[in-house]
Nanobody, 123 residues
Framework: QVQLVESGGGLVQAGGSLRLSCAAS????????MGWFRQAPGKEREFVAA????????YYTDSVKGRFTISRDNIKNTVYLQMNSLKPEDTAVYHC????????????????WGQGTQVTVSS
């Protein structure tokens, strides 16, 4: 497993941008596919975006396509989530996670999780 620490959350007005970072410990980061999930109060955790370990193929939930971009830096052991055109409904705690599975949109396939970072979008 890897240890994951998120940063970059905060309060932003609707239409604004934030970049989340997730730093991973260990020397095996490149062997993991990485994902971002979010959980709003009173709601279930939902998949946001993922990036595969080998080809760097990216996946997004429909509600963030065209607004969010996931990327990774295997030298810095970090995965990023650039969030543009933020909406109030993007308000949630955002978690990054690591997996060796190929089922990247399923939270149950991830075996390492960060503590999360709060994103609040005001209207």
């Amino acid at each position: 497993q890897v240890q994951l620490v998120e940063s970059g959350g905060g309060l932003v007005q609707a239409g604004g941008s934030l970049r989340l970072s997730c730093a991973a410990s260990g020397r095996t980061f490149s062997s993991y596919s990485m994902g971002w999930f979010r959980q709003a109060p009173g709601k279930e955790r939902e998949f946001v975006a993922a990036i595969s370990r080998s080809t760097g193929t990216t996946y997004y939930t429909d509600s963030v396509k065209g607004r969010f971009t996931i990327s990774r830096d295997n030298i810095k052991n970090t995965v990023y989530l650039q969030m543009n055109s933020l909406k109030p409904e993007d308000t949630a705690v955002y978690h990054c996670a690591a997996t060796r599975s190929t089922l990247l949109t399923r939270g149950g396939q991830y075996d390492s999780w960060g503590q999360g970072t709060q994103v609040t979008v005001s209207s």
